[in-house]
């Protein structure tokens, strides 16, 4: 079953969302810029928001 993201917002290129994952909530952070292979998942949504805030593009 894919996930239903809510809560999503975009800091930058980065969109950060919530999700439920087998009862528990995660916290996904993905560039959105062409060629940029970042995303990853956090426990907290405060961690997720920093990943965004201090990501930098390598394309």
């Given at each position: 079953m894919n996930p239903?993201?809510?809560?999503?917002?975009?800091?930058g290129p980065v969109n950060v969302a919530s999700y439920i994952d087998r009862?528990?909530?995660?916290?996904l952070a993905a560039c959105t810029?062409?060629?940029?292979?970042f995303?990853?998942?956090?426990d907290s949504r405060a961690a997720a928001e920093l990943?965004?805030?201090t990501h930098?593009?390598?394309a």
């Open positions: 239903r993201f809510r809560n999503v917002r975009r800091i009862g528990r909530n995660r916290h810029a062409p060629r940029c292979d995303s990853a998942e956090y990943a965004a805030r930098r593009c390598s």
